[in-house]
């Protein structure tokens, strides 16, 4: 059975993703930081947790060592990722937020990426990565630039990874979720909705985590196989400009 890595796995995205996979046919390790043995969503599916921090060189070994216990890695899915724990202006950002955020959105997404692709190339039969990156890769938000840096960021690992591993037969992709229904959002639920209702998003409601998990599963099942390096734009037409 194909293994696919998930991370931030009982996140919204994560979880979802996860559960999309499960149902076709993979089997998933997934890891995230919360200490839990039960994991009712998963029930009657063939899937491993794997407790972990993303920014930690350890953690990072232990999902792929658990991984390549249980077969080959054919799917890497990036989706753990954080947001400043308290909003700041950027002329007011610390270091210490600075570092937190990029060192899981960022710095951990490149090295887990790196393990898993040397684990690829080393098994010979390509593969599939998809970096969950974010609309604030490309759009300002000053109260939050650690975290707009640190998606940006994921926007050149999807490139540079792409672009060496071609040639392995591995496809790297991201998704660039916009508004979305999620743990992260809730905090400032009320404040989107208004901005929704203002027609900030022309299809005119929030995404949902399933909306993602069918486009990373649609990149990880060979549907779009001659496309590599891409960045898919989920957001319900929020990017598109407007006179």
């Given at each position: ?13 994560g979880?979802?993703?996860a ?12 890891m ?155 905090a ?27 486009a ?7 549907t ?20």
């Open positions: 059975m194909a293994i696919a890595i998930v991370t931030g796995v009982l996140g919204g995205i979880k979802e993703s559960l999309w996979l499960c149902r076709a046919g993979y089997s998933v390790v997934g995230d930081v919360i200490d839990t043995v039960e994991i009712t969503d998963f029930d009657g599916y063939d899937f491993t947790y794997v407790k972990g921090d993303l920014s930690d060189v350890a953690s990072r070994q232990t999902l792929v060592d658990t991984a390549t216990q249980k077969g080959e890695i054919s799917v890497l899915v990036n989706v753990a990722g954080v947001a400043p724990k308290v909003r700041r202006d950027i002329l007011e950002m610390t270091e210490e937020s600075y570092d937190f955020v990029m060192g899981i959105n960022t710095k951990g997404t490149l090295f887990l990426t790196q393990a898993v692709a040397n684990e690829m190339v080393k098994q010979g039969k390509g593969g599939s990565i998809v970096n969950i990156s974010s609309c604030s890769a490309y759009t300002s938000s000053t109260s939050r630039g650690e975290y707009c840096i640190s998606k940006a960021g994921v926007s050149m690992i999807t490139k540079l990874f792409a672009d060496r591993l071609a040639s392995e037969g591995i496809t790297v992709n991201e998704i660039c979720p916009g508004i979305i229904a999620t743990g992260m959002t809730a400032v639920k009320e404040k989107y909705d208004n901005l929704i209702a203002s027609g900030l998003v022309p299809l005119g409601r929030w995404g949902q985590p399933e909306d993602i998990a069918k990373v599963v649609a990149l990880c099942d060979g779009f196989g001659y496309t590599t390096g891409q960045s898919f734009i989920l957001d319900g037409g929020m990017h598109i400009r407007k006179l």
